[in-house]
């Protein structure tokens, strides 16, 4: 099973769709550049960028030859996998590089919220109606983001709004059961 799915790694990797991805990190690092050149904070960048990042992660789910594949030995999750190893892969890299060129001396943005936005995304997808799923998903991380933008601070709805970024690891977790709980679908 780990040898089909090393042999499916160039193929999957070749019809991703990889121009999204470029797009928007090319557009997030010029912002870093342009943000870590006024020396502003780059923490309001820096959590658009996760929920960008995690959208694009989940955008690669998107398998147009699905039902094609359905037959082989591989499992639908473990498509899945592969692609979120290798989108999130090149996501981790953008995020690495902005968090170099944002992050002060004052300490560091580690990989949490793209990691939750992310795995909230994916279990969105994976419990979604198929036809939609990555569609939905992929909106997930924005939505969220977008929430937490919008919500006044101070209440309970702004602190669940804002949770992806306060307490990412149990949010992650807790997306990643679901997963785990809809592997089948």
Not at 66 to 77: K, Q
Not at 101 to 126: F, I, M, W
């Amino acid at each position: 099973m780990m040898a089909t799915l090393a042999r499916a790694t160039l193929p999957t990797a070749r019809v991703i769709r990889w121009w999204p991805m470029v797009g928007a990190s090319a557009l997030l690092l010029a912002a870093a550049l342009l943000t870590a050149a006024s020396d502003r904070p780059g923490d309001l960048l820096l959590a658009l960028a996760s929920a960008a990042l995690a959208s694009l992660v989940v955008g690669a789910l998107h398998d147009p030859a699905r039902t094609l594949l359905e037959p082989v030995p591989v499992s639908a999750m473990q498509r899945r996998l592969l692609r979120l190893a290798l989108a999130g892969g090149a996501a981790l890299v953008v995020w690495a590089a902005l968090t170099l060129l944002l992050t002060d001396s004052s300490g560091t943005h580690g990989v949490g919220p793209v990691v939750a936005l992310a795995s909230v995304g994916v279990a969105v997808a994976v419990w979604a109606p198929a036809r939609s799923a990555v569609l939905i998903g992929a909106v997930v991380p924005v939505l969220l983001f977008s929430l937490g933008q919008a919500v006044p601070g101070g209440g309970p709805v702004s602190e669940v709004a804002a949770l992806w970024h306060t307490d990412p690891w149990p949010v992650a977790a807790v997306a990643l059961a679901a997963c785990f709980l809809g592997r089948a679908r």
